[in-house]
Antibody, heavy 122, light 110 residues
Framework: EVQLVQSGAEVKKPGESLKISCKAS????????IAWVRQMPGKGLEWMGI????????RYSPSFQGQVTISADKSINTAYLQWSSLKASHSAMYYC???????????????WGQGTLVTVSS | QSVLTQPPSASGTPGQRVTISCSGS????????VYWYQQLPGTAPKLLIY???QRPSGVPDRFSASKSGTSASLAISGLRSEDEADYSC???????????FGGGTKLTVL
């Protein structure tokens, strides 16, 4: 089955680090871009950035550049999103999503993970 | 504040036709494709429309979309209770070099 399965919900304290994962199966992971999308409680979707697992080419939204790190390990078909020092404002649902083609402009995100809820609270 | 502007809510009765608008600018909708995503309560988004007006396999033809200039719209005909969801438009923005979403429209089926 073609799917993206994300790691489970996390509860962290401000200042802690965190790395969440998105494991792909059923397709050639290296050949499709994977993006991360944030959804804060009751709010809309925000595109954070994207990675091409084949060569780890990574692009970030200006809003998230320097705030998070996106990475991938093609040997285990897994993409990651990490923070070095969490803040309460990082509390949100995070989705990974597969770009259905090679162009950022010309293709949509046709496969989504189930989401990982991150809660940051002291 | 989202770069793409959508009405926060829309509603209709079963069988009706409803439309949801999405307004952008020359750097996004005006020069790139528009996509629409449906997010049912408590679930991940689902691609509903790609490349302005194309439906992925499995999406009913009750869903249609169009684009004109710097605006786009999604239409749902023969409204059904299971269409109650959040609908978000998206487009690449050349100025930001990133994908932008609208704020989402919550559709209520009365």
């Amino acid at each position: 089955e073609v799917q993206l399965v994300q790691s489970g919900a996390e509860v962290k304290k401000p200042g802690e680090s965190l790395k969440i994962s998105c494991k792909a199966s059923g397709y050639s992971f290296s050949n499709y871009w994977i993006a991360w999308v944030r959804q804060m409680p009751g709010k809309g979707l925000e595109w954070m950035g994207i990675i091409y697992p084949g060569d780890s080419d990574t692009r970030y939204s200006p809003s998230f550049q320097g705030q998070v790190t996106i990475s991938a390990d093609k040997s285990i078909n897994t993409a990651y999103l990490q923070w070095s020092s969490l803040k309460a404002s990082h509390s949100a649902m995070y989705y990974c999503a597969r770009l259905s083609g090679v162009s950022f402009r010309g293709y949509g995100y046709d496969l989504w993970g189930q989401g990982t809820l991150v809660t940051v609270s002291s | 504040q989202s770069v793409l502007t959508q009405p926060p809510s829309a509603s209709g009765t079963p069988g009706q036709r409803v439309t949801i608008s999405c307004s952008g600018s020359s750097s996004n909708i005006g020069s790139n494709y528009v996509y629409w995503y449906q997010q049912l309560p408590g679930t991940a988004p689902k691609l509903l429309i790609y490349r302005n007006n194309q439906r992925p396999s499995g999406v009913p033809d009750r869903f249609s979309a169009s684009k004109s200039g710097t605006s786009a719209s999604l239409a749902i005909s023969g409204l059904r209770s299971e269409d109650e969801a959040d609908y978000s438009c998206a487009a690449w923005d050349d100025s930001l070099s990133g994908l932008i979403f609208g704020g989402g429209t919550k559709l209520t089926v009365l």
